[in-house]
């Protein structure tokens, strides 16, 4: 695809309630500055405590029993959703389930991502699924610290 065909797009991966509003923040400004829309991807883990072979054989299941009743991720998408709550144009939502890393990485390789965003740890350091982006993303990577600076928790009319 030529690069004037593609559609500018911004992924802000959204997880940890400590660095979401900064990822958000984040993802919201570049956006708005680069005129590109915004996808926020929330990754849940699959916490069933079953393990392979079985984990495999209910995945179906559970994933439909999560996207009836909630489950992991809803209320993550809930919290992103609220901080955008009349800020005009609301960005795209994306739950997905799986490893972080790995899902991540896959959204980023068919979605024609001009940036992805992701937050550090509260001491600044990154982890795993941050330095995993940073090495291996095909689009650039804006990590994200703290707070927004303003403190606002959610962007001004």
Known sequence: MKEAEM???????????????????????????????????????TLTGMTGYYERLF??????IERIFGGPGK????????????????PHFKLISGDVLAELLKEL?????LLAVVGARPDGSLGR???GLIRRSPAD?????????D?????QE
């Not at 400004?29 to 929330?42: F, P, R, S, T, W």
């Not at 209320?75 to 609301?90: I, P, V």
């Not at 403190?151 to 962007?155: E, I, K, L, N, Q």
């Open 7 to 45: 559609t500018k797009r911004i992924v802000a991966c959204f997880g940890e309630a400590e660095k979401g509003e900064a990822v958000l923040e984040a993802g919201r400004k570049y956006a708005a500055l680069l005129g590109a829309e915004l996808v926020i991807v929330h990754v849940q883990t």
């Open 59 to 64: 995945h179906e299941e559970l994933d439909e």
């Open 75 to 90: 209320d993550e998408l809930l919290t992103a959703r609220r901080y955008f709550q009349g800020a005009g144009q609301l």
């Open 109 to 113: 390789d068919n979605g024609d991502y």
């Open 129 to 131: 699924t941050a330095e």
């Open 141 to 149: 990577v804006l990590v994200a610290k703290g707070q927004p600076a």
């Open 151 to 155: 403190g606002r928790t959610r962007p």
